[in-house]
């Protein structure tokens, strides 16, 4: 059993930028992909970005590309979302979730995840 717990969310600013960490409970973390997902009010829960487990690649939503940056740390069994340049449009509670899959398609998908951590919210005023 793998528990996630979310934190660094809060307001800020358009422009402004935010660093989330997601720790995980177990032994078994650097054997899951990690990714983050969001969801706004009113819409469904959108990819954000992942990590694999077994070949380390990163994959990006188009809308995030060039201003997120996840990363893992396996030693503290933790993964993060370093977010700049923020928009009022990445305004939503951030998941991070914990899949046993590695494929590049699969890892973009929430249904490939096992496991959720309860969110944290994040919002960019203008």
């Known amino acids: 059993q793998v528990q996630l717990v979310e934190s660094g969310g809060g307001l800020v600013q358009a422009g402004g930028s935010l660093r989330l960490s997601c720790v995980a409970s177990g032994r078994t973390f650097s054997r899951y992909s990690m990714g983050w997902f969001r969801q706004a009010p009113g819409k469904e829960r959108e990819f954000v970005a992942t990590i694999s487990w077994s070949t380390g690649s990163i994959s990006y939503a188009d809308s995030v590309l060039g201003r997120f940056t996840i990363s893992r740390d396996n030693a503290k069994n933790t993964v993060y979302l370093q977010m700049n340049s923020l928009k009022p449009g990445d305004t939503a509670v951030y998941y991070c979730?914990?899949?046993?899959?590695?494929?590049?398609?699969?890892?973009?998908?929430?249904?490939?995840?096992?496991?959720w951590g309860q969110g944290t919210q994040v919002t960019v005023s203008s």
């Open positions: 979730g914990a899949s046993p899959g590695s494929s590049w398609y699969s890892i973009r998908s929430s249904s490939s995840y096992e496991h």
